[in-house]
T-cell receptor
């Protein structure tokens, strides 16, 4: 069975400082991993995805994540936070059965302080 | 490309009535569609998976007679909440998958409030 742990339910950073949102996963197979962002009362937007290609994945809006198999981690980073980054972030793991069995992490709420 | 729409975006209904939510893939044919539920300040929980022309597969604990899913075509799936109660109030999100793709494409969600 797959599972996702997002170690921080809430992260608060100042505008212009780096962002780190942590995600650890458990999967019996070689997983696909995704980060989604959700602004209040909105749907999900895909930030980036890992599907067994390069381990360092660059996404939209300056976000990137690194797949580390030895650590079973897929942490999301951004060098400089912007006020518009304040939102809920979900890490998702999927097994190798193409696009099926998405398991969502509990989410991390990112606050950006002026 | 890969746009998924939902209708309505929000709906209010009275307790005991039924409400139907539509999920459409606008520019691709979806092999599989998924329905998720999200309570306030919580994560998404998968309710059911449906393939076109087949009966939906429901997750444990989801009442199939209460949440009716129809996937009549490769571009449309519907979720009907029957005899709705206030505890059914939630944010319902659908997604769609294309055969061979690792991704699910998510709709914008439907906010259901049962009074």
């Amino acid at each position: 069975a797959q599972s996702v742990t997002q170690l921080d339910s809430h992260v608060s950073v100042s505008e212009g400082t780096p962002v780190l949102l942590r995600c650890n996963y458990s999967s019996s197979y070689s997983p696909s991993l995704f980060w989604y962002v959700q602004h209040p009362n909105k749907g999900l937007q895909l930030l980036l995805k890992y599907t067994s290609a390069a381990t360092l994945v660059k996404g939209i809006n300056g976000f990137e994540a690194e797949f580390k198999k030895s650590e079973t981690s897929f942490h999301l980073t951004k060098p400089s936070a912007h006020m518009s980054d304040a939102a809920e972030y979900f890490c998702v793991v999927s097994d190798r059965n193409y696009g099926q069995n998405f398991v969502f992490g509990p989410g991390t709420r990112l606050s950006v302080l002026p | 490309g890969a746009v998924v729409s939902q209708h309505p975006s929000w709906v209010i209904c009275k307790s005991g009535t039924s409400v139907k939510i539509e999920c459409r893939s606008l520019d691709f044919q979806a092999t599989t569609m998924f329905w998720y539920r999200q309570f306030p300040k919580q994560s998404l929980m998968l309710m059911a998976t449906s393939n076109e022309g087949s009966k939906a597969t429901y997750e444990q604990g989801v009442e199939k007679d209460k949440f009716l899913i129809n996937h009549a075509s490769l571009t449309l799936s519907t979720l009907t909440v029957t005899s709705a109660h206030p505890e059914d109030s939630s944010f319902y999100i659908c997604s769609a998958n294309v055969a061979g793709s690792y991704e699910q494409y998510f709709g914008p969600g439907t906010r259901l409030t049962v009074t």
